[in-house]
């Protein structure tokens, strides 16, 4: 295809950022994932709140929505908007702490970068706050798990390669 196929190239072939002025505002949300896998020894520093750094699932929380706020900065061609809600969900499971996002606005662009923004800076979070204890830690599994709103319609990931870990989650989760 050539570049003036392209809305998001200038004539030149460069990238540049979408116009979406003539787009209208409507309701827009998206949820993330990412998976922080850990041995057992640093699950059970996390579970028992014996982490020398503090909470690292509280600590994650905060971080993942101070980065949802500052998406547009983080990316490069995103355009800053105006949230409306942002929850972040940190859960410990059996190889590790699952983080949920989602992330709601009013507005011209979804909210797909903030969710996966979210959900990625809160697995760094994770990562921060347990290396003393293990610098092994992975993370993995950030992905897009469903948005709604705008021209694009929804979408809702079909997702049959990971396993649920519903059954895995254990009692140790933030408190609200």
């Keep these: 295809m050539a570049p003036s196929e392209f809305t998001h190239l200038d004539p030149l072939g460069r990238a540049r950022m979408v116009d979406v002025t003539a787009k209208c505002v409507t309701h827009r949300s998206a949820v993330a994932h990412a998976f922080v896998k850990m041995s057992p020894r640093v699950l059970a520093a996390v579970r028992k709140l014996e ?7 509280e600590v994650a929380r905060i971080a993942g929505i101070s980065a949802a706020k500052r998406t547009s900065e983080w990316i490069p061609l995103c355009h800053p908007l105006p949230l ?3 929850d972040v969900h940190p859960t410990v499971c059996k190889n590790g702490v699952e983080i949920r996002t989602q992330v709601t606005a009013a507005a011209q662009t979804g909210v797909e970068m903030e969710a996966l923004v979210a959900a990625a800076a809160a697995a760094l979070t994770v990562y921060d706050m347990c290396k003393a204890l293990d610098k092994g830690i992975e993370i993995a599994e ?8 705008g021209k694009s319609g929804d979408f809702r990931r079909d997702d ?6 519903k059954d895995q989650v254990t009692k140790r989760s933030p408190k609200r």
């Design 51 to 57: 982490n020398p750094k503090g909470d690292p699932l």
């Design 142 to 149: 950030l992905y897009l798990v469903e948005k709604t709103g």
């Design 84 to 86: 409306t809600h942002i």
């Design 160 to 165: 049959r390669r990971h396993k649920n870990r």
